[in-house]
Each structure stands twice: as structure tokens, then as C-alpha cells.
């Protein structure tokens, strides 16, 4: 589906298509409020049963993430359909100190996009999924498109 | 360059090549605090004269952000080097009305990741930038490695 038109379409995702599009990218950014001031940083992440799951190096940044309220966003294109995409959840993060050997066992991220000496795990408790789908105006598509 | 090793090597950018890699894609993602929680959402931006313009919807999450700090990030990966890399900006948000017709005429962003009827379009005025290269564990390369 293609448009002409001046604005882009959005659409809203159902939940089961967000869930899909955040398992289909190795890496998303994680919000933070650290003083009350937003910070915001790339994180390797993986989708367990219903939660989210973060590889980050250890830090001050993390330290405000654990017990608190976070976004985790990611987002991508698809060319094919001149379509953008974005999901973001919203929930509290726990860090999580046994299921550390479990995901190195797992060797979880090979995509460490913190660096660290000791890498802290975080899961996320989603209490929102938001995801929506963009037509992008102007996009270029695979398929020929009666744009001027 | 390659690395073997178990950790990836991490490397703090110059502010030159943080303004580069700005410029250098067409989305980033904006942290805001909303009520003091966190938010993260896509939009599209341009470097201009050391401050960031974004162009997004309306909406509560821009009324967060205006007048009030925010963070701001852009990230990548380099097949040739196996290299990640972000840069997050930080600093205040304002409104900016007078610009959007400047930056309709300029044709600004023809890749309207945040939609509505009536965008919105913020400057955020830097009170740091800071930028990292990560040498990727396990990342692929364009040149061959000793990996096994």
C-alpha cells in the first residue's frame, strides 16, 4: 500500500506484532531518569517470556534503570514497503543477578553494544506495548509507485 | 581494525565526529520525562548551527519535552569495521514556531517518522555530546579475521 498523500499513515500495532518486531532486531535504547533528567542509551536486548531482557555493562546509568521506571524502544524500516516501524515498552526494571550465568550459558548478545568488565543484566516488566507502522511519504518502495 | 578478545573495545569519540555521525542519519530518538517517567520515541532531525532540530507530531510527549531537559540519540554499525557506534546529545528543548516555515520551504525531513496534522518542530540546545565506537565481538567484517 502506497500513498500520494502529504502526511504520512500511521497505523496502531497489535501486541502480538510488537512482540514479533522486538525479537526481529538485536538492539534497542533504553530511557532512563536519572535526577529527573531523561538519558537514553543503545542495549543489546532479548524477548523471555513476556519480558525484556538487557545485557549492559555495569554503571551509574544502570544503577537508575534498576527498580525504576523505563522505555525501551526499537525501531527499523522496511524497504520493501517504504513502511517505518517503531514499539516502545514501558515498565519497571529489575536487575537480575542469577539469571546471569543462564544467559552467558545461552551466550545471549554476541552484540555488545555496552561495554563492561561486569555486565549487569536487567529485565524489564512490560506494563505497556505501544507499536505503530508508518507509510512513509516519500519513501522509496520496491514496487513501482504512480508518485510524480 | 579486529579484536578477538572476550570484550569489546570501546572508544570515546571527539565532539567533531559526534556532530558527523549526527548529520549522518536522518533518525534519532528522544528521551523525555513525562510526570517522571521515562519516554522514548523516533523522530527525525537535522544538525543546524550546534543545535539539533527535530520535526515530530503533536502531542504530549512534545509538550514534555519543550522547555524541559532531554536526551537525545543516534546509534549505527559499520560492516567494514565491525564497529557500533553511538553519540547521545543532552540538553533543553524549546518550541520553535517561527522555523517551521523555514524548515517546510527546506523540505526538512521527507521522512516524517512521527505523524499528526500539526507538526511540531524543537531545537535542542546541547549541554554535552558524547560519542562511543564499540569494536564488536563476533562482529562480522568486511576484511577476513583470525577468528575462528
Not at 46 to 75: M, N, Q, S, W, Y
Not at 119 to 144: C, F, K, W
Request: net charge negative; glycine share 8%; charged share 20%.
Amino acid at each position: 500500500m502506497n500513498t500520494t498523500s502529504e502526511h504520512s499513515q500511521t497505523t496502531d500495532l497489535p501486541v502480538s506484532d510488537c512482540w514479533a518486531l522486538l525479537r526481529s532486531v538485536p538492539v534497542g535504547r533504553l530511557a532512563v531518569s536519572v535526577d529527573g533528567r531523561p538519558d537514553v542509551f543503545p542495549v543489546n536486548h532479548l524477548v523471555d517470556h513476556g519480558t525484556i531482557v538487557l545485557r549492559t555493562g555495569a554503571g551509574t546509568k544502570l544503577a537508575a534503570a534498576d527498580r525504576h521506571p523505563v522505555a525501551f524502544e526499537v525501531d527499523g524500516y522496511d524497504a520493501d514497503s517504504a513502511q517505518a516501524w517503531s514499539v516502545v515498552v514501558k515498565g519497571t526494571a529489575r536487575s537480575v543477578e542469577r539469571l546471569h550465568e543462564v544467559l552467558d550459558a545461552l551466550q545471549l548478545p554476541v552484540f555488545p553494544w555496552q561495554d563492561g568488565p561486569k555486565p549487569t543484566v536487567l529485565r524489564i516488566e512490560p506494563d505497556s506495548i505501544t507499536g505503530r507502522r508508518i507509510q512513509v511519504s516519500g519513501g522509496y518502495t520496491a514496487t513501482p509507485t504512480h508518485n510524480a
